[in-house]
């Protein structure tokens, strides 16, 4: 695996209400519905190696029939066959969000220990299935995302549960290639914190996610519950409006805060939003920040004599357009940044996978079409199909 890119979830994902709908089960993951193999080939010819494909472990867990299961465990595979008969790799991601209106989402399948015995089950069963296709061709992520282990004052909870995890993966899947993570979103910090060597398995590649500068990356977005969603018009790089200009948006953006965020948070917005600009003035300062997580993954693969092949860069990005919104992030500005986070990525030898296909980071020109955004592709060093 080189350059790879992630398929979206959740763009259109309905509630669990309709989880045992013959339309929502028929086309799992939700993506399929209405993408041909011309679409997934057009992915492979532009340059793309491989795929990251999220699954929605919330739908094999939550009130899940017997019936529910195989079904998904079906449709599972045949999408994997899919993607392969469209000259595609495929890591099988289950990939659990953190969420206030679930049952069954990261924060819960963390901290329930009834609910994590469950998940290793299902995990167990997914990389049974799995253990059926080409090994050559198909890898497992059992774990997206453990939102724990970001405070460094406490003992870390991840590192038992990873054993766990790789455990009943390794098990389902004797010959499979797993990809596993540290904590902490996932994040090159989280993966300082693991020591591979109680796993001791060479058929594993590493992973960490990184989105940093996150106040650039992220304008408009509504789902973090920080000050991110009064952000918008911030250049990559900054030096590209000039430093008047770039002062005039930061300006414009706190007097956002100042008169449309709640009351009682405008004041610990404001602060968070000061704090994150105050870090991406200049070039330099963004392309430092930048660096940061790969300089962390790269230093901690010397440690644990882990070939940079084995670490990889499972998601980056930045975003296109928050859904509702008016303001669209221009692909010239995306592409800079995705040019600066493949090149930091080459320089150290990880292989990447860019987030995502479609939904609100999506490098599509639209969902709809699934065309490809050459001004993008141009930024990774693709081409246009």
Same mark, same amino acid.
């Given at each position: 695996?080189?350059?790879?890119?992630?398929?979206?979830?959740?763009?259109?994902?309905?509630?669990?209400?309709?989880?045992?709908?013959?339309?929502?089960?028929?086309?799992?993951?939700?993506?399929?519905?209405?993408?041909?193999?011309?679409?997934?080939?057009?992915?492979?010819?532009?340059?793309?190696?491989?795929?990251?494909?999220?699954?929605?472990?919330? =739908?094999?867990?939550? /009130?899940?029939?017997?019936?529910?299961?195989?079904? @998904?465990?079906? &449709? *599972? +595979?045949? !999408?994997?066959?899919?993607?392969?008969?469209?000259?595609?790799?495929?890591?099988?991601?289950?990939?659990? =969000?953190?969420?206030? /209106?679930?049952?069954?989402?990261?924060?819960?399948? @963390?901290?329930? &220990? *009834? +609910?994590? !015995?469950?998940?290793?089950?299902?995990?167990?069963?997914?990389?049974?299935?799995?253990?059926?296709?080409?090994?050559?061709?198909?890898?497992?992520?059992?774990?997206?995302?453990?939102?724990?282990?970001?405070?460094?004052?406490?003992?870390?909870?991840?590192?038992?549960?990873?054993?766990?995890?790789?455990?009943?993966?390794?098990?389902?899947?004797?010959?499979?290639?797993?990809?596993?993570?540290?904590?902490?979103?996932?994040?090159?910090?989280?993966?300082?914190?693991?020591?591979?060597?109680?796993?001791?398995?060479?058929?594993?590649?590493?992973?960490?996610?990184?989105?940093?500068?996150?106040?650039?990356?992220?304008?408009?977005?509504?789902?973090?519950?920080?000050?991110?969603?009064?952000?918008?018009?911030?250049?990559?790089?900054?030096?590209?409006?000039?430093?008047?200009?770039?002062?005039?948006?930061?300006?414009?953006?706190?007097?956002?805060?100042?008169?449309?965020?709640?009351?009682?948070?405008?004041?610990?917005?404001?602060?968070?939003?000061?704090?994150?600009?105050?870090?991406?003035?200049?070039?330099?300062?963004?392309?430092?920040?930048?660096?940061?997580?790969?300089?962390?993954?790269?230093?901690?693969?010397?440690?644990?004599?882990?070939?940079?092949?084995?670490?990889?860069?499972?998601?980056?990005?930045?975003?296109?357009?928050?859904?509702?919104?008016?303001?669209?992030?221009?692909?010239?500005?995306?592409?800079?940044?995705?040019?600066?986070?493949?090149?930091?990525?080459?320089?150290?030898?990880?292989?990447?996978?860019?987030?995502?296909?479609?939904?609100?980071?999506?490098?599509?020109?639209?969902?709809?079409?699934?065309?490809?955004?050459?001004?993008?592709?141009?930024?990774?060093?693709?081409?246009?199909?």
């Amino acid at each position: 695996m080189e350059r790879g890119l992630n398929l979206e979830l959740w763009t259109t994902w309905p509630k669990p209400d309709r989880w045992d709908e013959p339309a929502v089960l028929d086309n799992f993951p939700e993506w399929r519905q209405g993408t041909t193999i011309s679409d997934l080939e057009h992915i492979r010819t532009a340059g793309f190696d491989f795929v990251r494909m999220p699954i929605d472990p919330a =739908i094999f867990l939550e /009130d899940a029939s017997e019936n529910r299961v195989k079904k @998904l465990i079906a &449709e *599972t +595979l045949k !999408t994997v066959d899919m993607l392969h008969k469209a000259g595609l790799k495929v890591i099988v991601d289950f990939h659990s =969000i953190p969420s206030d /209106d679930r049952k069954v989402d990261t924060n819960h399948i @963390l901290a329930d &220990e *009834t +609910l994590f !015995t469950q998940y290793l089950k299902m995990v167990g069963r997914l990389g049974r299935a799995l253990s059926e296709t080409d090994a050559a061709t198909t890898a497992f992520e059992p774990f997206n995302e453990p939102v724990i282990d970001c405070d460094p004052t406490l003992f870390p909870k991840w590192p038992a549960m990873l054993m766990q995890l790789h455990a009943a993966a390794r098990s389902a899947a004797p010959n499979h290639t797993l990809i596993l993570s540290g904590g902490c979103w996932s994040s090159a910090y989280g993966l300082e914190k693991v020591d591979p060597a109680p796993i001791g398995d060479d058929n594993v590649i590493w992973t960490f996610h990184s989105y940093e500068p996150y106040v650039l990356t992220h304008q408009g977005a509504d789902w973090t519950g920080d000050s991110m969603s009064y952000v918008e018009g911030l250049p990559y790089p900054p030096d590209l409006m000039g430093e008047k200009a770039f002062e005039e948006r930061l300006a414009a953006i706190r007097k956002t805060i100042e008169t449309k965020a709640p009351k009682e948070r405008r004041e610990e917005l404001l602060v968070g939003f000061n704090e994150m600009a105050g870090r991406v003035t200049t070039y330099k300062e963004v392309l430092a920040a930048l660096d940061e997580p790969f300089e962390k993954a790269a230093a901690w693969g010397k440690d644990n004599n882990i070939p940079p092949e084995r670490i990889f860069l499972g998601e980056f990005g930045m975003i296109r357009r928050e859904y509702q919104k008016k303001f669209r992030m221009p692909s010239d500005w995306r592409a800079s940044y995705l040019k600066d986070m493949t090149e930091a990525a080459h320089k150290r030898g990880f292989p990447w996978s860019v987030w995502s296909w479609g939904g609100a980071f999506g490098i599509t020109l639209d969902d709809k079409q699934r065309v490809l955004d050459p001004v993008i592709l141009k930024g990774l060093g693709l081409k246009t199909p």
